[in-house]
């Protein structure tokens, strides 16, 4: 039962994988690296990490490969594109080799090991307690042992949201391009005119903050 | 090793246990596509009376089988699939939308006997067993991610439509949903707080009983406050996109939104999924804030009176759903992100450390009223200092545009 949910999985990560790299549409790439991400969770849950298992389709799937998706559709980057042009020069060359590097490593470990380095066993180490769920041993784990560990992460992510923040916000001292001098002293101006200036001045300061937090 | 608490699985697994299973399986399918065509019908009708309208009465006593009668006609109705569209992800998004909306009811325990003590498993065919058709230990996250997943086919209907309401729509959709999420996920995070656990059944065992007064039940509704529910409540009805946080489907500025070119069954597999999600909220709300199936047993067997509870909870809130949807005017798109990242994540943000602080305090034995009074006053310090940053940044901007 388990190799049989195992190989599904295995065969639903490789095929994911590929239509990632192979897909004319990033809109269909992000949706390859999804059957990915959530293959892997099943095979987490094969495994008996449920914890990892829901926090991989929590975040991973239902969060980070949404705004994925979400900054394609804003941006509108979401055409197809030609597989057969290079973007950056020697990039697959290298991606190639870097590939077949990592196989030989993975392959060269299974066969000079052999039973030494791969023994089919679930885990390295026995569970902690052995009648505890693992979402309360993980759970315990990381608010003793591991406390410290956990605070700087919860701080590095802070300081990237802040930083994040920062960045998407204009300068506030950023003044209006000056409207020509033709175009102002006229009496007989067009109402467009003033309304446009003051549509950008408000779009240097972004009023529509909520909508991009939402995205962070 | 996914049987969780449920005694039924942790034995051997032989023909009878697959048996059960595959009742319970084919028992929740029935109960919500009924449910779901009650519920369609439960809202025109109620809508229309709070409209002084009289909604659909024609198919059937009081128009109920109108939804069985609109399901009909839409099946024989003409598939229309626009030319822009992109077609295997324009086929692939109903069905994107529908699974998870079934598969969020797995984790719901739907009755049970909590009367009196009992742990709330029932008999059946010589087995013991939960009314709940999964109770893994992750229980509530489970939840968040099918909805998390739900995305997903909004998202994707939208922009393989090929047309640009939809686009808006789905874009809208989105961020709404993942923001909304934060405090939908912050809210639970607070009942799993007071309760200790996950699991969905372990919830309503320690809901189950009487607290003061023998009287005033056991709810976490009381036990971990009242704002993680009212919290909830409105993090949920966005997460739906439901009245009035349907900015996703405003049909004055976006047409029909994200299932505007969808025609036919596929359509109503949006529609179904939509009114779906719906009823399961209600029980997740059940579940998590007012008890769920637990109940006193008035007469007769404790097991009827789980699910007679658990109905009963269920379509009150449903009840409130469709009053605050009759009632309440549709919120602007700004508001509602306002309202989610600077009214409910915060709030409920607080309320955690609030109450983690109350739980520290009576494991500590601390006093009592000093801890209220401290933690009550570092609460009100931090709504001040958050109002004023906001308030701030509000006037910074309204200067900016001065200039």
Redesign the interface.
């Known amino acids: 039962m388990e190799t049989a949910v195992f190989v599904v999985c295995a065969l639903v990560v490789l095929a994911g994988g590929l239509g990632v790299v192979v897909s004319r549409n990033p809109v269909h790439s992000a949706l390859s690296l999804v059957a990915t991400l959530f293959a892997i969770a099943v095979l987490f849950l094969n495994l008996g990490a449920q914890l990892l298992a829901v926090v991989q389709v929590i975040v991973y799937t239902g969060a980070i490969v949404v705004l994925i998706l979400f900054v394609m559709m804003l941006l509108g980057i979401d055409q197809e594109e030609d597989l057969d042009e290079e973007p950056i020069v020697g990039q697959r060359i290298v991606a190639m080799l870097v590939g077949l590097v990592f196989l030989g490593a993975v392959l060269a470990v299974i066969i000079i090991g052999k039973e030494s380095a791969v023994t089919g066993a679930e885990s390295v180490t026995q569970a902690i307690s052995p009648n505890v769920a693992n979402v309360v041993q993980i759970g315990r784990e990381l608010f003793t042992n591991y406390v410290f560990a956990l605070e700087i992460t919860a701080g590095l992510l802070t300081i990237a949201v802040v930083g994040a923040v920062v960045l998407a916000r204009r300068p506030t001292d950023l003044q209006p391009i000056p409207e020509p001098e033709s175009m102002t002293d006229q009496g007989d101006e067009p109402l467009t005119e003033p309304l446009r200036s003051s549509f950008r001045a408000s779009n240097a300061n972004p009023n529509d903050d909520a909508s991009g937090e939402g995205s962070h | 090793?996914?049987s969780g608490g449920d005694p039924l699985l942790a034995g051997h697994v032989d023909l009878a246990v697959v048996l059960i299973v595959l009742l319970k399986v084919v028992g929740i399918f029935a109960f919500l596509l009924v449910a779901t065509m009650l519920m369609i019908w439960f809202e025109r009708k109620f809508v229309s009376d709070l409209q002084n309208r009289v909604g659909p009465n024609t198919a059937g006593p009081f128009g109920v089988l109108q939804t069985l009668a609109d399901g009909i006609k839409f099946f024989f109705k003409e598939d229309l699939k626009p030319a822009r569209a992109?077609l295997r992800?324009f086929i692939l998004a109903p069905f994107l939308t529908v699974v998870p909306a079934f598969l969020l009811f797995t984790i719901i325990p739907f009755g049970g006997d909590f009367s009196n003590g009992h742990d709330g498993s029932v008999e059946m065919f010589g087995r013991t067993t939960y009314l709940q058709l999964a109770d893994?230990?992750?229980g509530i996250?489970?939840a968040?991610?099918m909805s998390?997943?739900a995305?997903?086919g909004v998202?994707?209907a939208?922009?393989s439509s090929g047309s640009k309401y939809p686009?808006l729509g789905?874009?809208r959709a989105?961020?709404?949903m993942?923001?909304y999420?934060a405090a939908l996920g912050l809210s639970i995070c607070a009942v799993v707080l007071t309760t200790g656990t996950?699991s969905t059944h372990e919830m309503v065992v320690s809901q189950a009983g009487s607290g003061w007064g023998n009287f005033i039940p056991n709810w976490n509704l009381l036990a971990a406050g009242i704002v993680p529910f009212v919290v909830f409540m409105i993090a949920s009805q966005a997460e739906l996109n439901r009245p009035p946080f349907d900015v996703v489907e405003a049909e004055q500025e976006l047409v029909g939104s994200y299932h505007t070119e969808y025609s036919s069954i596929r359509f109503a597999l949006f529609f179904v999924a939509e009114f779906m999600n719906s009823v399961t909220m209600a029980a997740i709300i059940a579940t998590l804030f007012l008890g769920g199936p637990a109940g006193p047993a008035l007469f007769g067997p404790g097991w009827l009176w789980g699910m007679i509870w658990f109905l009963v909870k269920v379509i009150g809130l449903l009840f409130v759903f469709v009053w605050v949807r009759g009632t309440v005017p549709r919120v602007r798109?700004?508001q509602l992100?306002?309202l989610?990242?600077?009214v409910l994540i915060p709030l409920s943000l607080g309320w955690i450390l609030v109450l983690a602080t109350f739980h520290v305090a009576r494991e500590q034995h601390w006093n009592g009223v000093i801890t209220i009074v401290i933690g009550g006053a570092v609460f009100l310090i931090g709504y001040g200092l958050l109002k004023f940053a906001i308030a701030t940044s509000k006037a910074?901007?309204l200067e900016?545009?001065v200039?």
């Open positions: 090793m996914m992109e992800v893994p230990a992750i996250l489970f968040l991610a998390s997943i995305v997903y998202m994707l939208g922009w686009l789905s874009v989105s961020a709404q993942v923001s999420e996950l798109y700004d992100m306002d989610g990242w600077k910074r901007r900016g545009v200039d």
